[in-house]
């Protein structure tokens, strides 16, 4: 009986995803046009590192905007955290980068997605490749890797983090902070517009010579996570692959409109 | 104006919409395609939306599954995929 229970653990809700009211209570601004809102979703079932949630709002007169979001915060953490980039057209974004405030209610469904993921068991070299706001669901690996006890059991990591300048890279500071804590992290930052007279990392456009020098450390077969705008993510897909990566090791989340051309 | 480029996603996109009709987690699944034989979890299909939800096969983008959904009801075209491959939860 003891093991039926720890295998039925295991199992996915089998149920429909409901929408369920969340709660917000806290917001932090990222950079001058991303927030992060913090969700108190009551029966949150937990998630995995990568996955999303969809969002509805609801206007006065019935009118209905659905959105998918990914989850920034780890699944180690009880609130669900999501970081929004405010795009200038957006139905969604622009509420939630810039109206919602703590106490709000807004209706979500999720966890949702079990592609676009990464658990810490897995013992192969990670690969993070971002574009912008596409740093969100590497995030959440990110800091689900942190929170393994034991620096010598990680496996090697890196996170190759494009940006159009130094002010838009989300999470900076943390990110920083948890390669400072991590012999086996490392991260690349490129700035592909504007970068400060000191900027000491790339400026340009991810690139062949950028993925393959930052790559061959972690050896032969990483898995590769990338996210980001659609044109970034196809071209950072395709260098992968004639540099030898397997198509199956390199796993794509491509947003639709993003405002993020030019990363 | 948006181009028709900035609006194709992953199959991962789908998920939510695929969560309401499947019962297992169908992202993780493998199609085969009727029209090119590849093989590819759904997650990495192409996925466009227009009037309704189109996934396309990775490799030679034929159209893999049609989802329209209509108030109360939803209409599936599958005729895309020879096969799909389905990880089933541990029965309790």
Redesign the interface.
């Given at each position: 009986m003891s093991s039926?229970t720890a295998?039925?653990r295991?199992?996915?809700p089998?149920a429909?995803?409901k929408w369920q009211a969340a709660r917000v209570v806290a917001t932090r601004q990222e950079t001058p046009h991303v927030r992060t809102i913090v969700l108190d979703v009551p029966d949150w079932p937990g998630h995995r590192a990568g996955q999303?949630v969809?969002l509805r709002l609801t206007a006065a007169d019935g009118y209905q905007a659905q959105r998918?979001y990914s989850i920034a915060s780890a699944p180690e953490t009880s609130k669900v955290e999501l970081t929004i980039e405010r795009l200038d057209d957006g139905e969604v974004s622009p509420y939630l980068a810039d109206v919602v405030t703590d106490g709000d209610l807004i209706e979500v469904?999720?966890p949702?997605?079990?592609?676009?993921v990464w658990e810490r068991r897995v013992q192969r070299p990670l690969a993070l490749i971002a574009g912008g706001s596409g740093v969100v669901p590497l995030m959440a690996m990110l800091r689900h890797r942190a929170a393994t006890p034991g620096d010598g059991s990680r496996s090697p990591a890196l996170l190759l983090f494009s940006a159009r300048s130094v002010e838009e890279l989300i999470y900076r500071e943390e990110l920083d902070r948890l390669a400072a804590r991590d012999a086996r992290l490392r991260i690349a930052y490129t700035l592909t517009r504007a970068q400060p007279v000191d900027w000491r990392g790339y400026r340009r456009r991810i690139d062949r010579d950028m993925i393959s020098e930052n790559l061959a450390p972690l050896g032969d077969t990483p898995i590769v996570y990338v996210c980001g705008p659609?044109?970034m993510v196809e071209s950072a897909a395709n260098l992968l692959v004639s540099l030898g990566h397997a198509?199956?090791d390199i796993?794509?989340?491509?947003?639709?409109?993003?405002g993020t051309g030019g990363i | 104006m948006r181009s028709v480029e900035d609006l194709v996603l992953d199959g991962n996109a789908a998920a939510g919409l695929l969560s309401q009709i499947f019962v297992p987690e169908m992202t993780t699944a493998q199609f085969t395609c009727a029209g090119c034989g590849a093989v590819h979890p759904l997650g990495a299909a192409r996925l466009f939306e227009a009037a309704g939800l189109v996934l396309r096969c990775t490799d030679c983008s034929g159209v893999l599954l049609r989802v329209v959904s209509a108030p109360g009801r939803a209409f599936i075209d599958l005729s895309g995929m020879r096969r799909l491959e389905i990880t089933l939860p541990p029965s309790t």
């Open positions: 039926a295998e039925t295991l199992v996915t089998s429909p995803l999303h969809d998918s469904r999720g949702i997605g079990g592609y676009f659609t044109p198509p199956n796993l794509t989340e491509r947003f639709g409109p993003s | -």
